[in-house]
């Protein structure tokens, strides 16, 4: 019993009340934990959400799926948008498995936005939780540049479940690392929006069009690839600012060294093979491509690594849903050529999956 | 013997407001509270109360604060009545 | 510092402590000097400008009652009450007007430079400023002669904001005869802190939310029924919005042994528009009841007969007009209070053949079909509460498509093209329907409702059994978790005012 009294101040408590509530949350939770760990239709309702971005649920959905069905995995695909529409595992795994008459188990972990920086925190924790024995991180320029800010940057850096996977416990980390409940309701976090019809319309057609392998198709071809960038443009305004005086980033290739120390893993950087039209963006396109190539190249080779180049890469205008994105034509011309290579590393001895 | 106060009151109230005259109002039924008597008919209440009786009911004490029966409101015309005599 | 904030908690909780540990003479020293602090994180400069109204009202007040030009003390109050809310409040009214003057003789201004804030909760204030002069004015109250009390009434961080609308006796009384809080106003206080705050961040926040930008300026784009929703929804936000944030304040407010006006009373569930304006914001319609709708109806009585026109539609009618004008000095404001106005002046034609029935005693089918109609009507007035008046026609021009039944039937077949706003157009067939996401909301605000109006008075929930405390607690508690998770906090819509 808790007694305090003073001159205007005369209370009891018991804390019965405080232990009955307890009691009954606890019951709730379990209930709500219950009701989330039924088997929903992966096609209709979102995937369980780690709060971040439904991108990265959707892929972690798939990839958890994957192991399952196939008992592991041996190759997983990260990078941004370039690689999530990039490089089909499927075409990987079926090049691979001709070429060498060895089964090879891909997913593609690309994610929207997630440049190098944010990057590296995330191979980390699905490398740690997954164990493949091979990464490839799909890189290009812009990942160098410490103007590049956009994307998941921000919210990676101060997302709760990332903190918590990476080693810095918050009890709310820890909350959504551990509840389904929590999880499915994270899923469903912008159901307080004016915009939430138009935002579940849209995951609804990312979990129909995102494959068991984690990649998807883009279905857009590019009008006209060689254009100049147009100044009154938006996006093209933002990207000709930010390139203009193009600079590799040291901070930038501390993340690159950070994906290439994945300890007793084999990492692959391979070079995106986007359009030279791509090249208009930056200041001085030929010295800019060179300094980020060479620093890229010595980068892998100090640490062990693998990088594989592009320039030897042909991809017709018709396989580009822009400068800088492959479509639904041109994804299977990287993937087969992606295989290729991974081929070439297996009868090297240089890979073993 | 001279109608009451509160047979007076209730007397108008049935006839005036609630157009009701076989009724006659039970001392303590309360009549604000119940919705009976609204902001309009306080008022004529009040300007009733102030005619026949002479004495002031305030606009701020219209309201189920200061009376709510005809026996309160009664007590209070009685009490002010003394006060000024 | 939004009051369902945990730094608002904190300043709470610091400022029970000091308030609860100090002998009895010091308390109101605390609160005033808490207030003070709570005010002055918002604006300093406002903290300022509202103390010096506070300072005016409090010196007209001890004039006033020294019995000498009474008339004149008591009209320079009213001027300068009026005159600094028009000053502050109004500033987007007149603002441009000056600065095209100004420009007009070759001066130039800033945008920045001619911006006038309004300090927060002045509006409330003016009102409980100029009651308390007329209160003086009339000696229904002695004059306070103490400046610290008449300050920590103006600016009593609980209150301070967005009312209740308080009488300085009431008030007065209560700082200085400092109440025991026991166990039992304990229960209520947070039961009252509880419940509004799962009405305000469970119920009106998320509606506040999901209400797409251009309901309420391009109404045209939606199908009737889809409008009719949202309207709806925006009905249930600002009643839970405000009538949540009063259960909190009065619980806070009940921790220091102080009790304020009870300020909602279940106002979807009246029966007639003189119980709505029983039921809804009920201090501020308590205050325009005692010093406009009452004087006014006095002085024409004693002109004309209770039949006369004038007597039936100038009192409701003005009063519910400077109810508009209180909320904004604009057109569709006025349009508002008109509408209430007009209500209850309809409402009152009946009454002068029709015998009398309490609403509780008339059928229950008349009850039934007087809530309703009192409720949609309502809802119909929120639109120019909320927009402006070309919008308002568009908007209820819109609604009356609903007794279009072709139109309607086209609207909700599953081809169906339907503007769901936002810029958002229907994909999948549910979005054809008004959205499930309103209904979700609007039930438990309206399971909460039917409790209230079953038990009026919140001390009931003392004779609850422990099981079904611990169980309405962990749900509530739960809930706040989970929309806390959603979305960021919406400012309460009454604190514009």
Request: with cysteine.
């Amino acid at each position: 019993m808790l007694k305090l009294s003073t001159k205007s101040l005369e209370i009891s408590l018991t804390g019965k009340l405080v232990l009955k509530t307890l009691f009954v949350l606890i019951v709730l939770i379990g209930l709500l934990e219950g009701v989330a760990r039924l088997p929903w239709p992966t096609d209709r309702i979102p995937a369980p959400s780690m709060g971040t971005y439904y991108i990265i649920d959707i892929e972690l959905s798939r990839l958890a799926d994957y192991v399952q069905e196939n008992d592991g995995v041996d190759v997983i695909i990260f990078g941004s948008s370039l690689a999530h529409s990039g490089l089909d595992p499927e075409i990987i795994e079926n090049v691979f498995q001709q070429g060498t008459g060895q089964n090879l188990r891909v997913f593609n972990c690309g994610v929207t936005g997630m440049s190098l920086l944010p990057a590296t925190s995330f191979v980390k924790i699905i490398t740690q939780s997954y164990n493949p024995t091979l990464i490839i991180h799909v890189t290009e320029m812009r990942d160098y540049s410490s103007l590049t800010t956009g994307g998941l940057i921000h919210s990676v850096a101060n997302d709760p479940w990332f903190h918590y996977k990476l080693g810095k416990f918050s009890p709310k980390g820890w909350i959504i690392d551990h509840s389904m409940a929590m999880q499915r309701y994270l899923s469903f976090r912008f159901w307080v929006r004016d915009d939430f019809p138009a935002w579940y319309s849209l995951l609804q057609k990312r979990l129909v069009d995102i494959t068991p392998w984690g990649f998807e198709a883009d279905r857009r071809v590019a009008d006209d690839l060689n254009a100049s960038p147009d100044p009154n443009n938006e996006k093209d305004k933002y990207m000709l600012d930010a390139y203009e005086d193009y600079q590799v980033a040291p901070e930038r290739v501390e993340s690159l060294k950070d994906v290439l120390s994945q300890p007793d893993k084999k990492v692959v950087i391979v070079e995106m093979p986007v359009h030279s039209a791509a090249l208009q963006y930056f200041g001085d396109p030929s010295e800019d491509y060179q300094e980020y190539i060479t620093t890229i190249e010595q980068t892998v080779q100090d640490y062990g690594g693998k990088f594989i180049s592009t320039a030897n890469l042909n991809i017709p205008n018709i396989g580009y849903s822009n400068k800088f994105h492959l479509n639904q034509d041109g994804a299977p011309l990287f993937s087969e050529f992606l295989a290729q290579e991974l081929v070439h590393l297996y009868n090297t001895g240089w890979y073993q999956p | 013997m001279s109608p009451s106060i509160e047979e007076q009151i209730s007397h108008f109230i049935c006839e005036e407001i609630i157009h009701q005259p076989e009724r006659v109002l039970a001392s303590t039924e309360p009549l604000l509270s119940s919705g009976l008597l609204d902001s309009f008919s306080l008022m004529d209440i009040s300007l009733f109360v102030e005619d026949n009786f002479g004495v002031r009911i305030d606009d701020t004490e219209l309201n189920v604060d200061t009376f709510d029966t005809l026996e309160e409101l009664a007590v209070l015309i009685r009490n002010r009545m003394d006060t000024a005599a | 510092m939004a009051i369902t904030s945990l730094a608002f908690a904190g300043f709470v909780i610091a400022t029970l402590v000091a308030y609860h540990l100090v002998p009895s003479t010091w308390k109101k020293y605390v609160l005033l000097i808490a207030s003070l602090v709570f005010y002055a994180v918002f604006s300093w400069q406002s903290l300022i400008a509202f103390s010096l109204i506070a300072l005016s009202n409090f010196l007209i007040g001890i004039q006033l009652s020294k019995e000498q030009n009474k008339t004149f003390w008591l009209w320079l109050g009213i001027l300068i009450n009026i005159t600094s809310l028009i000053v502050f409040k109004y500033a987007d009214f007149y603002l441009p007007q000056v600065k095209a003057v100004l420009e007009n003789a070759n001066i130039q201004t800033s945008a920045d430079g001619l911006k006038i804030l309004l300090p927060i909760g002045l509006s409330f204030f003016v009102m409980q400023g100029m009651s308390y002069l007329f209160d003086i004015n009339k000696k229904r109250i002695p004059a306070i002669k103490y400046f610290p009390d008449f300050w920590l009434f103006a600016l009593y961080f609980p209150k301070l904001l967005s009312g209740p609308m308080e009488r300085a006796g009431r008030f007065i009384k209560q700082i200085n005869q400092p109440q025991i809080v026991d166990t039992k106003t304990l229960e209520t206080s947070l039961a009252l802190i509880v419940m509004g705050t799962v009405r305000k961040m469970v119920l009106a926040d998320p509606l506040t939310s999901m209400l797409p930008s251009d309901v309420f300026t391009d109404p045209e784009k939606f199908a009737p029924h889809l409008l009719a929703a949202w309207l709806l929804a925006y009905g249930f936000a600002i009643y839970n919005d405000f009538a949540g944030y009063t259960n909190i304040i009065r619980g806070v407010s009940g921790l220091f042994g102080i009790s304020l006006t009870q300020n909602f009373n279940v106002p979807y569930f009246a029966r007639d528009f003189t119980e709505f304006w029983q039921r809804w914001h009920i201090s501020f319609s308590n205050w325009l009841r005692d010093y406009i709708f009452y004087p006014l109806t006095r002085v024409l009585r004693r002109k004309f007969d209770r039949k006369n026109p004038l007597n039936v539609i100038l009192p409701p009618f003005t009063t519910m007009v400077v109810s508009g004008l209180w909320h904004g000095l604009n057109p569709h404001m006025i349009v508002w209070g008109g509408l209430h106005g007009l209500y209850q002046v309809i409402e009152r034609i009946p009454s002068f053949w029709r015998p009398t029935i309490p609403p509780a005693k008339r059928p229950k089918w008349r009850q039934w079909l007087g809530g309703l109609v009192t409720f949609g009507m309502a809802m119909l007035a929120w639109v120019p509460f909320r927009a402006d008046l070309p919008t308002t026609w568009a908007f209820w021009k819109q609604l009356t498509l609903l007794f279009n039944i072709p139109i309607l039937k086209k609207a909700i077949h599953p081809r169906s093209f339907v503007y769901l706003g936002s810029e958002q157009s229907n994909l999948y067939r549910i979005w054809s329907f008004p959205d499930l996401r309103i209904f979700i909301l609007i039930i438990p605000s309206l399971l909460i409702d039917i409790w209230q109006y079953r038990h009026p008075d919140i001390n009931t929930i003392r004779d609850w059994s422990q099981w079904a405390k611990a169980i309405a607690l962990a749900m509530s508690l739960l809930a706040i978790y989970l929309v806390s998770l959603a979305s960021p906090q919406a400012p309460f819509i009454y604190q514009g005012f």
